[in-house]
């Protein structure tokens, strides 16, 4: 059944966060052939609104307020209402970031819909959409189909893939006026920790570090093989707790859930609640001293050796790629 989806482009400074395309391939798979239609909130955000239909949407309607330069769940939640309201959708796929998973439960509730979160495959199966989610910390899958008529979803980053981008695509782009109002919150100033390199939620490759790495200059070798592979640093909560390095790096669990193309374990033991973050990334590699490491229950290629020996050999033996 054709349907018309809105997918949410996530805004991050200034540019559209990979998990937009992934969900507007998403958007297209659930809308069976309907229109997909992109949204974007924010302040100055019509420029953005081409590389939307670029991935694929067919056209873009912005809501462009000073009120939204910053988001805010009470923000977003009324724009995307009225966008909603005006458009009279069918479906919603946003992606499940910290954006996403702040604002969905708040959409879901408001609107008296269903909603299917952290979603890693959409297929269309029987007339049905068929959602695929990971479920008690990843160690297994459910598959989910709505029974009723609007279809509503985050996407976890880097796992639906993203449509081939098509730069001679073009589509309408249309703006909507909403009066934003009685904010709970306002966005005074952002102060943002300097982070280096690249975003770790959307990192095709992560090298990440334990408590086996024993301190924070510890990390450096890790820094530098995930510079070279042109990936992301994580932690496990030990190294975190341990104040080896900050918690926004903290995968697990209780921190991010990564699924890259390869996730490189240094110095980590393998806890179920650190296994929950990252045991469905695509490749997995473990380095640890301890044969009988849980990690290696989950790893595609096993190290056992000196994370301080391997770690190095390895950044130059890639180095020479
Ligand atoms: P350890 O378990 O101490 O493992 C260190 C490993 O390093 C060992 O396997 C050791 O053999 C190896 N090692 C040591 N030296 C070297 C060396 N030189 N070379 C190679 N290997 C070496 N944890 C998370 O990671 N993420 C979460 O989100 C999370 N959430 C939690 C939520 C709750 C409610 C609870 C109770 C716990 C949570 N934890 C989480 C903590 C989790 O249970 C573990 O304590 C934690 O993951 C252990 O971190 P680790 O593997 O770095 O440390």
Do not use: W
């Amino acid at each position: 059944m054709a349907r018309k989806v809105l997918v949410l482009g996530e805004v991050r400074d200034g540019s559209l966060r990979n998990v937009s395309f992934e969900a507007v391939a998403a958007g297209k798979a659930v809308s069976e052939g309907g229109e997909v239609v992109g949204v974007l909130i924010g302040e100055s955000v019509n420029t953005l609104a081409q590389e939307l239909i670029q991935f694929g949407a067919d056209r873009v309607v912005t809501v462009e307020n000073e009120k939204v330069a910053s988001y805010t769940s009470d923000g977003f939640s009324q724009s995307l209402l009225a966008v909603l309201e005006a458009e009279k959708a069918e479906g919603l796929i946003l992606g499940h970031t910290a954006l996403g998973k702040d604002l969905a439960p708040k959409l879901a509730a408001k609107l008296q819909a269903g909603l299917v979160s952290d979603a890693t495959a959409i297929e269309v199966a029987g007339g049905n959409v068929v959602f695929t989610r990971p479920i008690y910390s990843g160690k297994a899958f459910e598959k989910k189909i709505f029974t009723d008529s609007f279809i509503f979803a985050t996407v976890r980053p880097n796992n639906i893939g993203v449509l081939e981008k098509d730069e001679s695509r073009t589509g309408n782009v249309s703006s909507i006026s909403v009066d934003v109002k009685d904010l709970r919150t306002v966005i005074k100033e952002v102060v943002r920790k300097a982070t280096e390199g690249v975003d770790l939620s959307e990192a095709k490759v992560v090298v990440a570090g334990g408590r086996g790495v024993k301190s924070e200059d510890g990390f450096e070798p890790l820094k530098e093989l995930a510079s070279v592979l042109g990936g992301a640093v994580g932690a496990s909560r030990g190294a975190c707790d341990a104040e080896y390095c900050d918690y926004s790096l903290q995968i697990g669990q209780t921190g991010k859930v990564v699924t890259p193309d390869l996730y490189i374990a240094c110095g980590i033991s393998g806890a179920i609640q650190h296994l929950a973050g990252m045991s469905n990334s695509k490749v997995i590699v473990a380095i640890n001293k301890d044969p009988e490491a849980n990690i290696f229950k989950v790893a595609d290629y096993g190290i056992v050796g000196d994370l301080f020996e391997v770690v190095p050999m390895l950044t130059e033996e890639f180095k020479k790629l």
